[in-house]
């Protein structure tokens, strides 16, 4: 029975860790190019929500209404003043810009809310769960973070493989130049992935937020996790980042189970692996 309440547990780590990479997946799988600030801008979003719970009379649910859109609407701005500049310039262009925000952002998240842990107080979410018996319990939480994971990623799926704007963005994401040729305004498009990255990385800093504390440092570790998630998975494929996430979660949840202090380091250890026996990760993104 533990270790199936040790499966159980790893299943949901790893819905959150595929939270937090599909926003990576999205904007490499469109663009080629990797976030460095993406962890901060998760905890962004956590201290928003903080602020707006704490400065209005909002429920917790038009809290998040609020800031997924608001996100993703940053997202777009971003892009088109920065991001897409840099992207112009080479993809060394776009690390060092993104680094550069990583660094603003938790320097300004350090001004304005010090050192400090905090959490977001979600009610019973924070605490309950599903007593199946007395060895094996799943919390609301972890379930609910699963259940966005998986419905995040088969959303952004089918938007991309669906809609006409997904498969324009698509196509840009093979040729850019060819595809103008058919209508299609790359800036745009790019812009759009990076909003629903900047989306799908503030509902993660939320759900992260609720299940542990956060502080303005702790965005690179998250960083980590997510980008590990995405090369475990393979890079760009979307249902891949959810594999990897799982794998991620597993191996953490299975070494914690052995030996507590081999947590972090096991996850390690599976990512170089699968560097070195399989680089193109367990589902590859479909090339032409």
Do not use: C
Not at 99 to 123: K, P, V
Not at 187 to 208: D, E, P, Q, R
């Amino acid at each position: 029975m533990d270790l199936l309440n040790t499966l159980v547990q790893g299943l949901m780590l790893g819905g959150l860790y595929a939270l937090f990479a599909a926003g990576l997946s999205i904007m490499f799988g469109v663009m080629r190019m990797v976030n460095l600030a993406h962890g901060d801008l998760a905890v962004v979003a956590a201290y928003l929500v903080l602020v707006l719970l704490g400065g209005t009379m909002f429920p917790l649910w038009l809290v998040v209404l609020v800031t997924l859109p608001l996100f993703a609407v940053i997202g777009y701005g971003i892009h088109r003043s920065l991001f897409s500049r840099s992207l112009k310039a080479g993809p060394l262009s776009t690390l060092l810009v993104t680094f550069g925000l990583s660094i603003i952002i938790q320097n300004g998240l350090l001004e304005g809310f010090s050192a400090d842990t905090r959490t977001i107080d979600m009610g019973v979410l924070n605490t309950g769960a599903f007593h199946l018996n007395n060895q094996l319990s799943i919390s609301y939480l972890g379930l609910l973070t699963l259940v966005l994971a998986v419905a995040v990623i088969a959303g952004v799926q089918l938007f991309l493989s669906r809609t006409r704007t997904g498969k324009m963005m698509r196509a840009v994401s093979d040729d850019a130049d060819t595809a103008s040729l058919v209508g299609a305004n790359s800036k745009h498009l790019y812009a759009i992935a990076t909003a629903i990255a900047f989306g799908t990385v503030a509902l993660a800093g939320i759900m992260s937020g609720a299940r542990s504390s956060f502080d303005p440092s702790i965005g690179p570790a998250q960083l980590i996790f997510a980008f590990e998630a995405v090369v475990i998975g393979g890079l760009g494929s979307l249902w891949g980042t959810l594999a990897g996430g799982a794998v991620l979660g597993l191996t953490q949840a299975f070494a914690a189970h052995l030996d507590p202090s081999l947590t972090i380091l096991a996850g390690h250890l599976v990512f170089l692996a699968v560097l070195a026996f399989r680089p193109q990760g367990l589902i590859p993104q479909r090339t032409v």
